[in-house]
Structures are given as structure tokens and as C-alpha cells.
């Protein structure tokens, strides 16, 4: 599954990001499971609201975690997306 360009994700009705004060760490839940998260994806899955496409979450990452390569960091975020989409946590 591609990621394409018009794509502006946002989370499944069925997930949801909650952090766990115990873990000390964001979890993507979703019936009968759940998907803990490192400190990068949970900031990929906060930006995924609908209103963003993969150029504005990567261009906003960018800044926050400055001197990344963009063309590496969008490679990344690419995947990850992809990953949690084909899990049918995006739409």
C-alpha cells in the first residue's frame, strides 16, 4: 500500500492515541489490542488529524527535529504511515 500525495490521514474511527502515565508512553489502541508507541510515531500519529497531507506532517517534523533530511525523514514517515494504514488505523 502507497502513501499518495493528496493523502491527509487522519486516525480510524476504531483508534485512538492515549498516553499511559504507568509506561510513561503514547499508545495507539484499537479493539482488542494496542500499539505502543516511541516518542517519533506518536508525534506522526498527533499530526494526523485529516487537515494535513504528508508534506505538511513531514515539513512540521522537520522543523521540530531540525538537521533531519527531509527526503529520509519523509522516507520514514512514508512507512510508518503505511504500516498503521494497512493495520486500518488511518483512513
Do not use: H
Not at 508512553?25 to 479493539?31: D, K
Not at 527526503?71 to 512507512?79: I, Q
Request: hydrophobic share 45%.
Amino acid at each position: 500500500m502507497s502513501t499518495d500525495d493528496g493523502w491527509r490521514p487522519r486516525l480510524a474511527a476504531r483508534a485512538r492515541l492515549k498516553f499511559d502515565p504507568v509506561a510513561k508512553q503514547e499508545l495507539l489502541l484499537f479493539p482488542e489490542a494496542a500499539l505502543a508507541l516511541n516518542e517519533t510515531g506518536a508525534a506522526i500519529v498527533r499530526l494526523c488529524d485529516g487537515a494535513r497531507s504528508i508534506n505538511e506532517i513531514v515539513d512540521l517534523l522537520s522543523k521540530n527535529y531540525g538537521n533531519t533530511e527531509r527526503k529520509a525523514l519523509r522516507r520514514e514517515v512514508t512507512d510508518f504511515l503505511d504500516t498503521i494504514r494497512a493495520r486500518g488505523l488511518l483512513q
